[in-house]
């Protein structure tokens, strides 16, 4: 695991605090949690749109196939 370090302003750093005491989890843990739903984000989108495409356009390729 790689250990990354992030400066925040003092406002930020003590709204990060709040958020994830009211959530009953370390500011670390929202953080990773939060960075791990951001990056999976893009390839879950670029499937989503795969599946429409393919639903969409499936009696052409079909069509294109016979």
């Given at each position: 695991?790689?250990?990354?370090?992030?400066?925040?302003?003092?406002?930020?750093?003590q709204?990060?605090?709040?958020?994830?005491?009211?959530?009953?989890?370390?500011?670390e843990?929202?953080?990773?949690?939060?960075?791990?739903?951001?990056?999976?984000?893009?390839?879950?989108?670029?499937?989503?749109?795969?599946?429409?495409?393919?639903?969409?356009?499936?009696?052409?390729?079909?069509?294109?196939?016979?």
């Open positions: 695991m790689t250990t990354i370090t992030v400066e925040l302003p003092k406002e930020r750093a709204k990060l605090q709040e958020l994830a005491q009211t959530l009953g989890v370390s500011a843990e929202l953080i990773r949690v939060s960075v791990e739903e951001l990056l999976a984000r893009p390839e879950e989108q670029f499937t989503k749109a795969v599946e429409h495409v393919l639903r969409k356009n499936s009696e052409l390729y079909k069509r294109l196939a016979a």
